[in-house]
């Protein structure tokens, strides 16, 4: 079975601070796929990024970045330089795969102060 | 683009009445969609996955006769609450998987805030 856990309830920062979202994840499969998604208060889920399981490359995008290691099962999303507008619901989820089947963490709330 | 529309956005109902949810992919052709329920500060729980032409398969614990789900062609599901309660209330979101697409993405809709009363 797959599960997701994302350990951090609700974070809390100061504009301009770099946070880390972590992620780790739990399957038995060899190829599965993580991805990350950004709740905003409206309530529409942004897809973030997409990772495979053959693909350990760290990835940066803007003031985003993701750590993922396979050795710890673990992947780990950082925001440098937060701003207010990152202030979100972020859920890391995985997905195994063959399947269509996504299973989400109980999301990460972070909340950006000005 | 991969834009995914729902409709309502928000609804209030009586109890015992049912409501209907629209998933539309806008752009893009969707074999599959997917039902989503979130309750409060907690989430998302897949309900069911809907496909084109065929019947929902539902996740376990959810009641295939009270969340109906129809998906009649590639750019609509629907998703209708039966003889809702106030226990139904719920934040419902859908998504949809581009047909042929690689990878699995799923693009997913606002979402649709129901509340029974």
């Known amino acids: 079975a797959q599960k997701v856990t994302q350990a951090q309830t609700e974070i809390s920062v100061v504009e301009k601070e770099d946070v880390t979202l972590d992620c780790v994840y739990e399957t038995r499969d060899t190829t599965y796929y993580l991805f990350w998604y950004k709740q905003p208060p409206s309530g529409e889920l942004v897809f973030l990024i997409r990772r495979n399981s053959f693909d350990e490359q760290n990835e940066i995008s803007g003031r985003y970045s993701w750590n993922f290691q396979k050795s710890t099962s673990s992947f780990n999303f950082t925001i440098t330089a937060s701003q207010v507008v990152d202030s979100a619901v972020y859920f890391c989820?995985?997905?195994?795969?063959?399947?269509?089947?996504?299973?989400f963490g109980k999301g990460t709330k972070l909340t950006v102060n000005p | 683009g991969a834009v995914v529309s729902q409709h309502p956005s928000w609804v209030i109902c009586k109890s015992g009445t049912s409501v209907k949810i629209e998933c539309r992919s806008l752009d893009f052709q969707a074999t599959t969609m997917f039902w989503y329920r979130q309750f409060p500060k907690q989430s998302l729980m897949l309900m069911a996955t809907s496909n084109e032409g065929s019947k929902a398969t539902y996740e376990q614990g959810v009641e295939k006769d009270k969340f109906l789900i129809n998906h009649a062609s590639l750019t609509l599901s629907t998703l209708t609450v039966t003889s809702a309660h106030p226990e139904d209330s719920s934040f419902y979101i859908c998504?949809?998987?581009?047909?042929?697409?690689?990878?699995?993405?799923?693009?997913f809709g606002p979402g649709t805030r129901l509340t029974v009363t």
């Open positions: 998504s949809a998987r581009r047909t042929g697409g690689t990878g699995g993405e799923q693009y």
């Open positions: 989820a995985l997905r195994k795969g063959g399947s269509e089947k996504l299973v």
